[in-house]
């Protein structure tokens, strides 16, 4: 069973498009963490989280800690949000576990 | 400023040698993770060097290897290469240890033969 459990695993939009990717996790944690992978490998981190709610530019993450769960928005979507997003967590039995979702590969076609 | 380093970007060995990844961290960030990322694996963490000690280590066996020098610099080493452990090997940087922002490296993509 995995931790992290991300969800879709694909998702083909249209530009203009408001999309959600959702990230549910097992094990207790001390942050989550969102991350963007566009093709070639290079991995950027768009927000890391303990409780609430962040904004940057048209992407907004939040979590519920009570439900484990989280979501990654994207507003008004762009072909340059094309790309994978993968949801990880900090946490496990020893608290500094890092455990990662499978991710969601998003395709926004013009 | 500078971003993650990591040398060499692209390496082909055959089953059986060792190999070294270097990564040069972001000046001033005095964290280095490491994480192997496989088609059917995903990302998986390997270890965390904060400070020249290992802080945190992933499932992994024992050929995988890895240290951190007083400059922050660090190093992981596999030994006795296997087929399986063809993968991008991509390391990150931190201020500080645990939570915090981790910036990424392009990788070193490494092919074993």
């Known amino acids: 069973k995995n931790e992290v459990e991300q969800s879709p695993q694909n998702l083909t939009a249209q530009e203009g498009e408001f999309i959600t990717i959702n990230c549910s996790y097992s094990v207790g944690i001390s942050a989550l963490h969102w991350l963007q992978q566009h093709p070639g490998g290079g991995i950027v981190s768009l927000f890391m989280l303990s409780s609430g709610k962040k904004k940057h530019g048209r992407l907004i993450a939040t979590i519920n800690i009570q439900e484990k769960h989280s979501s990654l928005h994207i507003t008004a979507s762009h072909p340059r949000d094309s790309a994978v997003y993968i949801c990880?967590?900090?946490?496990?039995?020893?608290?500094?576990?890092?455990?990662f979702g499978t991710g969601t590969s998003l395709t926004v076609i013009p | 400023k500078a971003g993650v380093t990591q040398t060499p970007r692209y390496l082909i060995k055959t089953r059986g040698q060792q190999v070294t990844l270097s990564c040069s961290p972001i000046?001033?960030?005095?964290?280095v993770s490491w994480y192997q990322q496989t088609p059917g694996q995903g990302l998986q963490f390997l270890f965390e060097y904060f400070s020249e000690t290992q802080r945190n280590k992933g499932n992994f066996p024992g050929r995988f290897s890895g240290r951190q020098f007083s400059n922050s610099r660090s190093e992981m080493n596999v030994s006795t290469l296997e087929l399986g452990d063809s993968a991008l090997y991509l390391c990150?940087?931190?201020?500080?240890?645990?939570?915090?922002?981790?910036?990424f490296g392009p990788g070193t993509r490494l092919t074993v033969l």
């Open positions: 000046s001033g960030h005095r964290s």
């Open positions: 990150a940087s931190s201020l500080e240890a645990g939570l915090d922002t981790q910036y």
């Open positions: 990880a967590v900090n946490g496990g039995s020893t608290g500094n576990q890092f455990y």
